[in-house]
């Protein structure tokens, strides 16, 4: 007797907003990645380093 490969799912629990709207229920799922957070410091640094090369050339 053969049996069935069996499917098993990780469960992940994310934090999620609900939204409900007239033409149905939207999930939205909050992460972030290590990708989005090296870009966002890089963009900080570099608005930084901007802001203070401005003001040292005064």
């Given at each position: 007797?053969e ?24 999930h ?13 410091m890089?963009?900080v640094?570099?608005l930084i ?10």
């Amino acid at each position: 007797m053969e049996t069935e490969p069996q499917v098993v799912v990780p469960i992940e629990i994310r934090e999620m907003t609900r939204v409900e709207t007239e033409k149905g229920n939207i999930h939205v799922i909050h992460e972030i990645t290590i990708g989005d957070l090296l870009v966002s410091m890089s963009l900080v640094a570099l608005l930084i380093f901007q802001v203070l090369s401005r003001v040292i050339r005064r």
